[in-house]
Nanobody
Framework: QVRLVESGGGLVEPGGSLRLSCVAS????????MGWHRQAPGKQREMVAF???????NYADPVKGRFTISRDVAKNTVYLEMNSLKPEDTAVYYC??????????????WGQGTQVTVSS
């Protein structure tokens, strides 16, 4: 089993910045990909950014040029640096990870989510 714990959400004014962190823990697991999704009230969960390894980053169009995903593979941690935040970025942000738990098959894991609110 892999446990993901996010931190770093909060309230920020439009144009501001936040940095989210997510740490994966468990026993004998191997992560292939980590990323972030978000879900705004009344909307479906959507992909924000994901990274395979520590260099292959992918972003959703609405956040390109404003958000940066990075990983510390040794620490099983993924970060999301969010700049130039807009009110439409308001959502619960979820960390996700594809990982092999021990000798088991590849699985998708989710964190509990952290609230990001962009408002003046």
């Amino acid at each position: 089993q892999v446990r993901l714990v996010e931190s770093g959400g909060g309230l920020v004014e439009p144009g501001g910045s936040l940095r989210l962190s997510c740490v994966a823990s468990g026993s004998s697991f191997s992560i292939t990909q980590m990323g972030w999704h978000r879900q705004a009230p009344g909307k479906q969960r959507e992909m924000v950014a994901f990274m395979r390894g520590n260099s292959d980053a992918n972003y959703a169009d609405p956040v390109k040029g404003r958000f940066t995903i990075s990983r510390d593979v040794a620490k099983n941690t993924v970060y999301l640096e969010m700049n130039s935040l807009k009110p439409e970025d308001t959502a619960v942000y979820y960390c996700s990870s594809y990982a092999f738990p021990g000798r088991g098959p590849l699985q998708l894991y989710w964190g509990q989510g952290t609230q990001v609110t962009v408002s003046s």
